[in-house]
C-alpha cells in the first residue's frame, strides 16, 4: 500500500506502486515548513515560518497547521536566486548559498552593502543589493583578491534582512517559535545569527540540510497531515507552478 502525493512545483517518484491508496496534492512551499517536524515530532504551531529558497522568500504567521498569513514576501529576486547571482558575479560555483558560505569564511564585512528595507515592514528586496555587488565587482582592480570580502559582504546583508524580518514578526506575533525552511536554510551561518538573535527564549527550529533541500521526505509528510485532515484529489491532478497555497491568507493587504 503506497500513498501518492503530487507536488506542486515538481515531479518526484521512485519505485513501483502497487496500490494507491490516496492521491493528495501537496505545496511546495508549505513542505517547508513540515521538514523539521520529520526530525522534531513534537513540533507545533504557532510560529512565525521563514521560507527561503532560490525562487522564494516569504515569511509567515503560522496560528495552526493549514492555516498560514502571508505577512512579508520578496518584491523581485528571492534570496536564494540573489546567492546565485552573485556566485555568477564571482566565479563561483552553483549554487550559489554554499559557495558563497564557504568563501566568505575568508573575508569580512569590509564593503558595508546596504540593507535593503530594513526595519522598514515585512516585504524582502535582494535586487538592488545584488547591483551593488555588481558595482563593487567592476571597481575591484583585483576581483580574485577581493571575492572572499565581497561575498562576506554580500552574506552579511541578506542574512542581516533576514533575521531582522523574523524578529519584527516575533515581536509582531508573540510566537515563541520560529521556523526557518528552504535551500537557504542550510547555511549554518544563518542558522547562528539567527538562533543568536533570538537569544534562548525563542526556539528556533530548522531541519537538517537533506531535508531543507528539495525532498520527497518534507513532501509526504505535509501530504500525510492533509490525509488525516481529509483532504484527498483524485488521478486527474497535475503539478501546476501556479497552485494555490492551501489554507493561505494574503495579511499584507
Known amino acids: 500500500m503506497a500513498a501518492l502525493t503530487v507536488d506542486g512545483y515538481c515531479h518526484a517518484g521512485a519505485g513501483r506502486v502497487d496500490s494507491i491508496v490516496a ?9 517547508h515548513l513540515f521538514a523539521p517536524l520529520l526530525e522534531d515530532p513534537s513540533l507545533r504551531p504557532p ?4 521560507v527561503v529558497s532560490g525562487g522564494h522568500t516569504v515569511l509567515l504567521d503560522v496560528p495552526q497547521w493549514g492555516s498560514y498569513r502571508l505577512m512579508g514576501r520578496t518584491r523581485d529576486d528571492a534570496a536564494g536566486e540573489a546567492f546565485d547571482k552573485v556566485a555568477k558575479l564571482l566565479g563561483l560555483g552553483y549554487p550559489g548559498g554554499p559557495e558563497i558560505e564557504r568563501m566568505a569564511r575568508l573575508g569580512s564585512d569590509t564593503f558595508g552593502f546596504p540593507r535593503p528595507l530594513l526595519g522598514t515592514g515585512f516585504d524582502f528586496s535582494f535586487s538592488g543589493l545584488k547591483t551593488a555587488v555588481l558595482y563593487a565587482v567592476q571597481a575591484c582592480e583585483s576581483v580574485e583578491r577581493s571575492t572572499a570580502d565581497i561575498a562576506a ?11 531582522d524580518k523574523v524578529l519584527a514578526a516575533v515581536e509582531r506575533t508573540g510566537y515563541p517559535t ?37 525532498n ?17 484529489d483524485d488521478l486527474t491532478l497535475d503539478p501546476l507552478a501556479t497552485m494555490p497555497w492551501p489554507g493561505l491568507v494574503d495579511a499584507t493587504q
Open 216 to 232: 520527497a521526505a518534507m513532501i509526504a509528510r505535509a501530504g500525510w497531515y492533509h490525509l488525516e485532515q481529509g483532504h484527498e
Open 47 to 50: 510560529f512565525v515560518g521563514l
Open 23 to 31: 492521491v493528495v496534492g501537496v505545496h511546495h512551499l508549505e513542505a
Open 153 to 163: 559582504s554580500f552574506q552579511s546583508a541578506v542574512f542581516d534582512v533576514l533575521v
Open 178 to 214: 520560529v521556523v526557518l525552511g528552504g535551500g537557504v536554510a542550510c547555511s549554518k551561518t544563518l542558522f547562528a545569527q539567527m538562533e543568536s538573535a533570538l537569544a534562548s527564549q525563542i526556539h528556533l527550529a530548522v531541519a537538517q540540510p537533506r531535508l531543507n533541500a528539495d
